[in-house]
């Protein structure tokens, strides 16, 4: 609390976030990993952060864009596929996205797709010529047809993109996938990636009060330690000396172990380290096998590098 004190509420940072939609659990998820405490009303639109000068707006994910480069939030969570169609309607219009990416997050991972009708061939972007296209994302498809000199028609929808086949509204679409069993419950098959997309940090291309950055910056190292915790993991085991090189070289993504002397075991020694990797089941028979005994994986809390 005491990070609190002299903070006025200019000074608080206001954060957009998908009011409801599959972004919003987790965005809340890793706030709350940053130590964030949001009293929230019922259907309010603002979360209050009671141990932060950081305050929680919720709207709709198209809105996110706009908010952070007209500096009514400072910053933002949104998907890429939104944040680069934003960003290719403004250059449209003639104007420069004013947004800046700040990370790339480990959640909202989809991709945007084009799909065929089950049974109709696909022989690369060659096959769209001419052909009517469904898509939410006019410009990021555009883009794609452009790169590859293609001249096709492009069907905006504001949604039910799957359906426009069917529907003898389209002869493709192009749609968000991400396990494809919207695509494979409509009979379509997925032919080619136009953009991979995650969520993605924005903020606000306005300097911010030194100490209104000063909790940016926190944040940014706060979700630099969630995203590297997440799939790290604390190995600790057992093992001959002779074996530690081979038992280096099996340890997944991990820096210097630490080395501990085993108290009336000249040869063997403690090996503990932290794993940046998820470590399975393989590689835990391959150190039984180099030699290692009590083997421990623990998950890690929290991380600060
Ligand atoms: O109301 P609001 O405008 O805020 O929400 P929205 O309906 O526009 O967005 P929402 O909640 O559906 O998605 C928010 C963001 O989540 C998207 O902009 C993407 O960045 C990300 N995301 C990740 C996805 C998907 N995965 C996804 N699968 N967004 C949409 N889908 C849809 C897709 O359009 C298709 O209808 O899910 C269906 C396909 O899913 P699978 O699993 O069957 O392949
Ligand atoms: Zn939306």
Known sequence: MNDMRHVTDEMRLKLAVQKSGRLTEPSLDLLARCGLKLSRGKDQLVGFGENMPLDVLFVR?????DLVQEDVCDLGLVGLNVLEEKRLELASRGHSARFQPLRTLDFGRCRLSLAVPEGTSYEGARSLRGRRVATTYPFLLEKYLRERDIAAEIVTLSGAVE?????????????????????QANHLREVATVLESHAVLIRTPLDLPPATDEWVQ????????????????????HAPRGALPEIRRLLPGSESPTIIPLEGCADRVAVHAVCREDVFWETLESLKKAGASAVLVLPVEKMLA
């Open 163 to 183: 359906i426009a086949p069917r529907l003898g509204r389209a002869d493709l679409i192009c749609d968000l996938v991400s396990t494809g069993s919207t695509l």
């Open 218 to 237: 926190r944040l940014l190292m706060r979700i630099d330690g969630v995203q590297q915790v997440r799939e790290s993991k604390y190995i600790m085991l």
């Open 61 to 65: 994910d198209d809105d996110i864009p």
